[in-house]
Structures are given as structure tokens and as C-alpha cells.
């Protein structure tokens, strides 16, 4: 039976690897997500669970075994965050493309420079056009279970892919949360063994990782961004049938008192958590305010996120990474490229907030939405605009 | 001895194995000694093998997608890490096999690469892995030179070699450092079993690749490699000039068992280093004090060589 307990959420995410009895862990410490890799090499120590662990000399070497690995028939997970996921990034590519249900999770973490181990999104912001599913968790309980729920739809065989679980370096990755933690009998319900159907095997050789001539580069691409839009439909059954078995129920985007809201914030990760205390705040002065939570990144929900924002003249998009001289963030640019062919399209505010692990207090979001209403009225003069920073 | 050597009696040129893990018909130069080299040595390891490969020549000849030359399983990656790559495919076998997931058979987990991917790019990876000590074997297939992108200069580059980015010129005379001995590093590894081999000497070869994939725990083979594009020589002169880098000394034969230095083919009377050199379009602008230079590197080299292997010359 599932057990509720009080847990870090970092040691939340390596028990739901090892309920997952994965075949091989490469790993590499960075700060923050050390934690679930030095306690998921305690579990392998002690024989809770048989698995390779390899003890890799950087993480691009890392994603290379994983690649290795997976390529083999194995099931397969890392775990990385900030300059860690950078050096990776040449071969993030690779493990799509060739296919290969690989699961890792990246405590998100600010890039240098300057070098700052705390929170924000820039890391994972860098890395938008590898073609892994890409799911952010925003407490203890997700982790766990979107990790579960990442193996279950990776190794689909209609997607295959390889799936990123995001959580906050810090804000989540070390905070003590009670997390219901499955037993196995009821992780076995809902993770299947992983059975691949191509691996390097000597009895029916198949070459992989070929060169893409010009007639066939186009194609794989294709291939590769279909899978990743169809996968979608996997996921969101593998939610489905997730809830139907723990009474947990997810969805790609999530609303908080969106009902006659004027103006909503998007948000993703930890800090949503926070915003809906702004929001109760808010609502209680009577300021029609919501909030729209990305839970899937990719594939982008874009159905899912229009019908949440339906009907609402101003979002006010908070960004946790910055995108140097371009129009806007990350997430704020995806949602305008979304919108922008929708008739009656709502205006998007863009502010970019929590960098390098400053704070994103209830205060800055009282501001971000008084902002935005103000710019409902009148247009703003910046492209973007980043909060809470210091005059000196 | 290494136990797992004992019983191996070597290969013989009247009974070599009939299979190639790497067919013919692929699309290397006319000539290439690399693809030869690669050819003897995968049919010695056998059809039993995984190969991992790093971007360069061996990589883009041999998988231009619909077709394949290969007959094994093949996995290619990127330029820096087979052997990250391969450590992940042979950890995979082995969990896979304790777990009952696939069937208990040794699989020969073999990562190949230039000498740019090795000695260079790569260098990182190929030390984890063999500290790591996994059962593979890193085949270095070395030609001196980045071909692939077309004869640029590498760690592995002779002294004075011309290169189109350690071009001779008024104030240079080709590349101006001398060859990084890869072997050597990897023998500091202390790993059961480093070699190097030549295609010209293709029993020692094939012996060398087969021990390397016998040994339990990571080998390291670095195979002379000519290439005639690269080198400036005929597409017919890959074995000769081959067999001439062994006979000059530039390219000695040898195996590291368990950290002990063996010569294979002790050259009592060198052929001088300028047999070698003038045959190649790479070494033409060389003076006669620089050949005269790089003889006395080549002699100070296989001096060094001897004295590791406790023997004299
Ligand atoms: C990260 C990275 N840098 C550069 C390249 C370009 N590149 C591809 S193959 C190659 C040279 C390969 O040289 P080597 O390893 O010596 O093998 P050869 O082609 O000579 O057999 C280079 C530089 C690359 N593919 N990846
Ligand atoms: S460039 Fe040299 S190594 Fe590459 S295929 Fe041609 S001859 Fe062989």
C-alpha cells in the first residue's frame, strides 16, 4: 500500500526510479540534483535495486551512455541540471532521433555566467528544439509521480521518446514535502516491463546513428516531430489511467480561479504555488485575477493552453529565464507564436522574473498583475520587462 | 599471462574466418589503409560484436543511410564519445543478462575512432571508460590527421608533417609538436591490454584485435593507418608504406600485457626514416636537417620503447 511520508523531494524522485527498476543510472554530480543520484547509488549499494550504475567522467559522457544503454534494451535514467545539461546538449538531439525512451531529470538551475547554483529555468529554456517530452512538476508529489509517468510514456511503442522531468533546483529539490510513495505491486500495475523493438543485438544486426543524406535528413525530421506531436495522446492517457489507479488526476495545463478572470498569470514549476497565494490575495481585494500553469512543455499543449485562457483579453506571462536582445522569454515567445493566428487574440505581457534564485515573493506578483493592467491601457514602451531588480 | 589468452593459438593465413563484420562495398578512397585496417581487425573479433563508432572517415563510409556496410550491430553517436557510449552498451549487456532480460552470451562491445576522436576530442571519454574498467576494446584507427573534414592537423600528427591547418610556410615546416603517444596513456590506465598494429603485418593484426576483445576488462589497440588522401601517396602504396613505418622504426609493434612492455618485431637494422618520408607527399618540403631531426626523434623514441620492454637494441 502507498505510504505517505515526509520526504525530500530529490530522494521522492530516485525511490520513483528505482520503483521503476531501471537497468542502468549514468551519473555525474552538479548541484542541485546530486541528491537523487547519490541516493539512487545507495539503493543499487545496498541490492534494493539491480541496476548498472556508472559513475561517468562528465555528463556529456553521461547522455552518451545513456545512449549506449538504451540503444542496448535497457531502461534507462540520469539526472542533470544547469552547465550539466548544457554540456549534454550536442547529444540531447541524438537520443530522439534515434528513438530511445531515455528518462532524465533536470533540477533546473541558472547558467553561468556569473556561475550561480540556485534556481531558475535558463538551463532548460536553452535546450527547446532537442524533441524530448518535457513535463515541470510544481511539489513533491509530482516529481514523484511524473517520473513514474515518464517511463510509462517513453517506452510506449507509439512514442519512444525520450521524456525530461523538470523540477526547481532547490526550492524543490531540497525542501521536505509528504509525498505518497507507491509500493511496487502498484507501480508494477502501471509500468509495464520495457520491451524494445530494436536493439543492438548480434542475432539480428541493425545499424544505428547513419548519416542523413540531403534526400533523407527532411523525412527523419519529420518522423522525429510527428512522434513527438503524437506522443501527446500518450500522455495524456498515461495521466488518465494514473488517476484512474491513484486518485491523482494530471492535465497539461492547469487553471487556478480562472472563472471571470481579466487578467492571467502563466507560470511554470515551484513558483505557481506562490502565485495562487497572490492570487487569493488578490481575488480577496476583488481583482479578477487567475492562473495558468504549464505542467506539459512538450510537445506544446496548444489546445489545452487556448481553452485555458479562453475568453481573457491580457496574460501576463512570467518568464524564469532570459532570452539576451531577443523580444521576449522563452515561454512568453512560445505563447505568442501560439496565439498569434487566433482571432480576438488576448495581449501578452511578458516579465521575467527569479533569476539566479532570487525570490519570487506574493509582492512581485501583486506587481506583474497591477502591471498588466495598467498595460491593458496603455501599451508598454519595452519588448519585456524583468522584475524585482535592484537599483544600485 | 592473462587467463582468458591462454588457449588462443592465434589465427593462421591459410584458415582466417570466412565472415566480415564489416562488408566490402563501402565508399572509402581507393587505397585506404584505415578501412583495411578496420576490415582485419573486426573480422578477428568476429560477428559476435557490437560496434560503437565515432564520427570521422570510418563512420561516414560506412553508413550512408539506406545502406550499410555493416554486418554487425552499429551505433554511432557523436565524434567524442564511443567510448562513453560503448560503456553504456557493454554495463547494458551485462545488467541486461544478470536480470534474465536477454540471453547469458559474452557480446564483444567494440568503439572505434580516428585518432582526432581519440587522442584529441575524445580523450576524456576513452580515460573515463577504461578507468571505469569496462570489458570493451577502443580501437584508435590512426592516420595520422582529422580526415574527414579534410587533413587537419591532429594530436596525432608526425613532426614536420604538412596538414591544411599545420601548413609548411616561411616561418613553419608543418606541424611542430611531436606525436602524442595515446598508447602509453592508456597504458597508465593500468588496463590488462594496450597494442599496436599495422595492416601490413595483418596475422599480428588480427592476433592483437582478437586478444584485445579475449581480455576481460577494457583494451586498447592503435592501429597504423594510411591514408592516401591525406598523405599525398598512390592508392597502391598503403601496405609498402605501411610496412616501411614499421621497418624505420616510426611505427614500432608492440603489446603492453599487464603493464609489460613486449616488442613484437625487433628491428635489429632500421631502414633510415628517409625511406619513409620522401614517399609521402606530406614530408616533401621537409630539409635535410629536419629529416635528420626526426631520425634522431624516431631512434630516441624506440630507445624508450626498449628500455620499457628491458631490452637492448
Ligand atoms: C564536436 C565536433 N567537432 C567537430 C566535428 C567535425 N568532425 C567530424 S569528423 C572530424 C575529424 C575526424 O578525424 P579523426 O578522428 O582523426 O578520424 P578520420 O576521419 O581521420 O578517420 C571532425 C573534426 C564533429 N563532428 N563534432
Ligand atoms: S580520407 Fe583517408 S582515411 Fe578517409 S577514407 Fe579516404 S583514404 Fe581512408
Redesign the pocket.
Given at each position: 500500500m502507498a505510504k505517505r511520508i515526509g520526504m525530500e523531494v530529490s530522494i521522492a524522485a530516485s525511490e520513483a526510479v528505482k520503483l521503476a527498476d531501471v537497468d542502468l543510472i549514468a551519473a555525474y554530480p552538479i548541484t542541485p540534483q546530486t541528491h537523487i543520484v547519490e541516493h539512487l547509488s545507495e539503493v543499487v549499494a545496498d541490492g534494493e535495486l539491480d541496476a548498472a550504475f556508472v559513475p561517468v567522467e562528465s555528463e556529456h559522457s553521461a547522455m552518451s551512455c545513456c545512449i549506449g544503454s538504451s540503444a542496448a534494451g535497457a531502461r534507462t535514467f540520469t539526472a542533470t541540471s544547469s552547465q550539466g545539461l548544457a554540456l549534454m546538449h550536442?547529444i540531447l538531439f541524438i537520443a530522439p532521433a534515434m528513438r530511445l525512451p531515455i528518462v532524465m531529470v533536470v533540477a533546473n538551475r541558472a547558467l553561468s555566467g556569473p556561475i550561480s547554483i540556485w534556481n531558475d529555468h535558463s538551463d532548460i529554456m536553452s535546450e527547446q528544439d532537442i524533441a524530448w517530452i518535457q513535463t515541470f512538476a510544481e511539489n513533491g508529489q509530482e516529481v514523484f509521480d511524473l517520473v513514474l509517468h515518464a517511463f510509462r510514456v517513453a517506452e510506449d511503442s507509439k512514442v519512444l521518446l525520450p521524456v525530461i522531468v523538470n523540477l526547481d533546483g532547490f526550492t524543490l529539490s531540497h525542501v521536505i514535502e509528504p509525498i505518497e510513495i507507491l509500493d511496487k505491486a502498484e507501480v508494477d500495475k502501471y509500468l509495464p516491463p520495457y520491451k524494445p523493438k530494436v536493439r543492438l543485438d548480434p542475432r539480428k544486426p541493425v545499424s544505428m546513428g547513419m548519416v542523413g543524406i540531403p534526400e533523407i535528413y527532411t523525412e527523419a525530421k519529420k518522423a522525429t516531430d510527428e512522434a513527438l506531436i503524437n506522443s501527446k495522446k500518450v500522455v495524456l492517457k498515461a495521466w488518465k489511467e494514473f488517476g484512474d489507479l491513484f486518485g491523482r488526476y494530471y492535465n497539461p495545463v492547469e487553471s487556478y480561479k480562472t472563472e471571470g478572470a481579466e487578467v492571467i498569470l502563466i507560470t511554470m514549476g515551484s513558483i505557481s504555488e506562490t502565485a495562487m497565494t497572490a492570487i487569493d490575495k488578490m481575488r480577496e481585494k476583488g481583482m479578477p485575477v487567475g492562473l495558468v500553469r504549464f505542467r506539459l512543455w512538450k510537445p506544446f499543449p496548444a489546445p489545452e493552453f487556448k481553452k485555458a485562457i479562453a475568453g481573457v483579453q491580457t496574460l501576463a506571462v512570467v518568464d524564469r529565464a532570459l532570452s539576451p536582445g531577443g523580444a521576449c522569454g522563452p515561454v512568453a515567445e512560445e505563447i505568442k507564436a501560439a496565439l498569434y493566428a487566433e482571432r480576438g487574440r488576448p495581449k501578452v505581457y511578458n516579465f521575467i522574473a527569479g533569476l539566479g534564485g532570487r525570490d519570487v515573493t506574493v509582492e512581485n506578483f501583486e506587481e506583474i498583475v497591477s502591471k498588466a493592467f495598467t498595460y491593458a491601457k496603455k501599451r508598454p514602451k519595452q519588448l519585456y520587462e524583468m522584475i524585482g531588480v535592484r537599483e544600485i | 599471462m592473462i587467463k582468458e589468452l591462454e588457449n588462443f593459438k592465434g589465427f593462421s593465413a591459410k584458415k582466417l574466418p570466412l565472415a566480415d563484420p564489416l562488408a566490402s562495398g563501402h565508399r572509402a578512397c581507393q587505397g585506404c589503409g584505415?578501412v583495411l585496417a578496420l576490415k582485419l581487425a573486426m573480422k578477428a573479433i568476429g560477428m559476435n560484436s557490437i560496434v560503437v563508432s565515432?564520427?570521422?572517415?570510418?563512420e561516414i563510409i560506412t553508413s550512408t543511410f539506406p545502406q550499410t556496410a555493416w554486418n554487425v550491430p552499429w551505433l554511432h553517436v557523436?565524434?567524442?564519445n564511443a567510448a562513453a557510449v560503448a560503456s553504456g552498451t557493454e554495463a547494458a549487456l551485462k545488467v541486461l543478462m544478470r536480470k534474465g532480460k536477454i540471453p547469458q552470451k559474452h557480446i564483444d562491445v567494440v568503439a572505434i575512432?580516428?585518432?582526432?576522436?581519440t587522442a584529441d576530442?575524445g580523450l576524456q571519454s576513452l580515460s573515463g571508460a577504461m578507468e571505469r574498467g569496462h570489458d570493451f576494446v577502443y580501437i584508435c584507427?590512426d592516420?595520422e590527421?582529422?580526415?574527414?573534414?579534410g587533413v587537419q592537423r591532429?594530436s596525432s600528427t608526425p613532426y614536420g608533417a604538412m596538414t591544411t591547418t599545420s601548413p609548411p610556410g616561411k616561418k613553419s615546416f608543418g606541424q611542430a609538436t611531436k606525436k602524442k603517444n595515446v598508447p602509453a596513456i592508456a597504458v597508465a590506465h593500468n588496463i590488462p591490454y594496450v597494442a599496436t598494429a599495422s595492416p601490413a603485418y595483418f596475422l599480428d593484426l588480427m592476433n592483437k584485435a582478437k586478444k584485445a576483445a579475449l581480455v576481460k576488462g577494457p583494451a586498447y589497440l592503435h592501429i597504423y593507418s594510411s591514408c592516401p588522401t591525406g598523405w599525398r601517396h598512390g592508392g597502391d602504396l598503403a601496405i609498402e608504406i605501411s610496412k616501411l613505418a614499421v621497418e624505420t622504426n616510426v611505427f614500432p609493434l608492440y603489446e603492453v600485457i599487464e603493464g609489460k612492455y613486449i616488442i613484437n618485431r625487433k628491428i635489429t637494422k632500421p631502414k633510415p626514416v628517409a625511406e619513409y618520408l620522401k614517399k609521402q607527399g606530406r614530408f616533401r618540403h621537409l630539409t635535410d636537417d629536419l629529416i635528420a631531426q626526426i631520425q634522431r626523434q624516431v631512434d630516441e623514441e624506440y630507445e624508450k620503447l626498449l628500455k620499457l620492454a628491458g631490452e637492448t637494441a
Open positions: 550536442e | 584505415e565515432a564520427t570521422g572517415c570510418m557523436a565524434f567524442e575512432g580516428g585518432d582526432g576522436a576530442i584507427l592516420n590527421a582529422y580526415m574527414n573534414t591532429s
